[in-house]
């Protein structure tokens, strides 16, 4: 069994997965529109480009998300984290550097007493992220 993050976006789940995509790497699997659906034509015009489902995978990993439903208000991220397990310090650095863009940092990346590096960060997109590198075996 796998768990799989799923993200909702206010109209921007396509820039998102975009710089996902760019920042952690992966294959973007899926981009549906609500204006591609078969209830597409009922969908209001302005809501028609924004996306249904995204997905982004990593061997049997996934993450996924949506544009907030056209009849449902926005709601922001939280009491929830996306954590992210880099195999290397350098990869933790370079993943921290590139989700941090444009975000505001929680927790700078830093050495702890249970990993190599561990950082926060809530991304420009307003989603909150922990890298955790754990030590060496």
Not at 4 to 23: H, I, S, V
Not at 30 to 50: I, M, Y
């Amino acid at each position: 069994m796998n768990i799989n993050p799923y993200l909702t976006f206010d109209g921007d789940c396509e820039a998102a997965f975009g710089f996902y995509a760019q920042c952690l790497g992966g294959t973007l699997q899926a981009l549906l529109r609500f204006g591609e659906t078969p209830a597409g034509a009922e969908v209001p015009a302005d809501c028609r480009d924004k996306v249904m489902h995204a997905c982004l995978m990593w061997g049997d990993q996934a993450l996924m998300g949506s544009d907030c439903h056209p009849t449902q208000p926005y709601e922001p991220i939280r009491g929830c984290w996306v954590t992210l397990h880099p195999d290397s310090v350098a990869e933790a650095e370079r993943i921290f550097a590139a989700l941090g863009e444009g975000g505001s940092v929680q927790m700078p990346l830093q050495q702890t007493f249970w990993a190599e590096r561990f950082g926060m960060l809530v991304d420009r997109f307003g989603v909150p992220w922990m890298i955790n590198c754990a030590p060496a075996s």
